[in-house]
């Protein structure tokens, strides 16, 4: 990005993912909620946005996880990362 938020907030506004809603692809979040560099609170507002638009759009909280426990297989929250993914196979990329 070329700096953080606060050095080009503009570049940040435009890359935002709900800058691009409606995008016709199911979305499945899982987020931790200890994750102490992204809060919760933006993958739930995501999700609700992304509904708003008319896609469809599922936020799991994983309580105590957090940042990287989303994508480590050793821990707790991978179960619902798992489902996450076995949902999206079944349901296929636009359907929910």
């Not at 899982?30 to 999700?47: F, I, L, N």
């Not at 996880?65 to 196979?89: E, K, N, Q, T, Y």
């Amino acid at each position: 990005m070329g700096g953080g938020p606060d050095q080009v907030p503009d570049r940040y506004a435009r890359a935002g993912p709900a800058k691009l809603l409606p995008t016709g692809v199911a979305v499945r979040l899982v987020h931790g909620t200890a994750d102490d560099q992204v809060p919760w609170q933006v993958s739930v507002s995501y999700a609700r946005r992304a509904r708003a638009a008319g896609d469809h759009a599922i936020c799991v909280l994983r309580p105590g996880a957090g940042h990287f426990d989303v994508i480590d297989p050793m821990s707790g929250a991978w179960p619902a990362v798992l489902a996450a993914f076995r949902a999206a196979a079944e349901t296929g990329p636009a359907a929910g």
